[in-house]
């Protein structure tokens, strides 16, 4: 499964210029691990490198305008940083699989003449096939709409050399990425697999009411974004394997404090409803009358067990509403699922809860902080060498940085 090495944001609310792991351009960094965390304080900037995750994935699921005037972001001019006119960009550094060449892509959003957000650039690009060093070559390269797209799974742009893989290329939408639409074609392969891989990422937006509604009964392969499918994954997950299902729901089970046993009823009006038992009495509880926590819980272990995960999982402190002495299981159940099988997804969280922490090493940990200009810098904790030695001792992470030694000094 594809993972990202290195992800860069420029001129998005308060990250000015935040890097994680490596880029093209950067290849003394360390890429980032299968399981990567974001620590910081209250207002340092976690939620926006979040929704920067978000704001990719949107701008290719609808265009750069919708995804900017969503209610959350309030338009291009609320997101970019304050004091700059230049345009938002992002660079995401990925391999498809570990031994792949590595591919960089490269989005530049402004506003045009008329003052509505638009693509001002895209670019992907590719190390030539048997390059082991050296600087990548553009397959795909559009300003403003136009330019050029190489076809095929090898040919790349070389100054000097005919190529009758390129083609020209303008687009009739500015506001369009160039890849949801070069993606759906055939003679591009790469464009459309990236394409695949960035419209599979999964933000959890999950909140307890949600898996708390009634859906109508009918089995779903995938838990959705807000949570409120729950039931309908469950009912999915034991139609299609019932034997694997009563396993999943067992190991899940026992993995939530005072839960014997979950399972679905499907009522006469064809809404189904979600069961937990907690052993004590005869009757169930439903989802309806179970904490927040619970749920919460039993949701993101839900979809960690998908057979097909997304590529990507980012979570936004996913310690809200659970007991504190449940964060520290709950992180190595993170990185277990991230790096425990073949097609694992790679998991991005941020908190600002140390009992989480202490289950990390200090190479998945990165500390956001606010410089005294407003802007956001990051560091990764293995950079630390004080602190790596702390752990490496014994000591947990999540401790040290409550006693402040994870701090800029």
Not at 155 to 161: F, I, K, R, Y
Not at 265 to 279: I, Q
Not at 334 to 345: I, L, Y
Request: charged letters at 25%; hydrophobic letters at 35%.
């Amino acid at each position: 499964m594809a993972i990202i090495e290195g992800f860069r944001v420029q001129n998005f609310r308060a990250l000015r210029d935040v890097t994680l792991g490596k880029l093209s351009a950067q290849q003394s960094g360390e890429p980032l691990t299968p399981f990567t965390v974001v620590i910081g304080k209250n207002g340092v900037g976690k939620s926006s490198l979040f929704d920067a995750f978000g704001f990719v994935a949107d701008c290719l699921a609808t265009d750069v305008e919708t995804a900017c005037d969503q209610k959350q972001r309030g338009g291009f001019e609320r997101l970019r940083s304050k004091g700059t006119n230049e345009p938002i960009r992002f660079e995401i550094y990925y391999r498809e699989a570990p031994n792949e060449r590595p591919i960089t892509y490269d989005l530049s959003i402004n506003l045009d003449d008329s003052g509505r957000p638009y693509v001002e650039s895209e670019l992907l690009k590719q190390r030539r096939k048997g390059q082991k060093h050296g600087r990548p070559y553009p397959f795909l390269r559009l300003d403003h709409g136009r330019g050029h797209v190489w076809a095929g799974e090898e040919a790349v742009q070389v100054e000097g050399e005919e190529d009758r893989t390129q083609a020209v290329v303008e687009l009739t939408d500015p506001r369009q990425l160039g890849i949801a639409t070069l993606g759906t074609l055939k003679e591009h392969p790469r464009i459309k697999r990236f394409r695949d891989f960035l419209k599979g990422w999964y933000l959890s937006y999950f909140y307890p009411d949600a898996a708390r509604s009634l859906p109508s009964a009918g089995p779903q392969r995938h838990l959705n974004i807000h949570g409120d499918n729950i039931g309908n994954v469950v009912q999915f997950m034991e139609r299609e394997n019932n034997e694997r299902f009563k396993a999943v729901l067992e190991r899940i089970a026992r993995k939530i404090p005072g839960i014997a046993r979950i399972d679905t009823v499907v009522t006469a009006d064809k809404r189904v409803l979600l069961r937990f038992n907690d052993g004590a009495f005869d009757d169930p509880f439903f989802a309806q009358q179970m904490s927040d926590g619970t749920l919460k819980i039993f949701a993101y272990l839900l979809l960690l067990e998908d057979p097909d995960p997304p590529p990507f999982i980012c979570i936004e402190e996913p310690e809200n509403g659970l007991y504190h002495k449940l964060l520290e299981s709950l992180a190595e159940e993170f990185r277990a699922h991230a790096t425990g099988r073949k097609n694992a997804p790679q998991i991005f969280v941020t908190t600002h809860q140390p009992y989480f922490v202490d289950a990390l090493s200090p190479e998945e940990v990165w500390v956001l902080e606010k410089g005294s200009d407003g802007y956001s810098t990051i560091r990764r904790v293995s950079s630390l060498d004080l602190v790596k030695n702390m752990v490496t001792e014994g000591l947990p992470l999540g401790g040290l940085w409550y006693s402040d030694y994870l701090d800029a000094r």
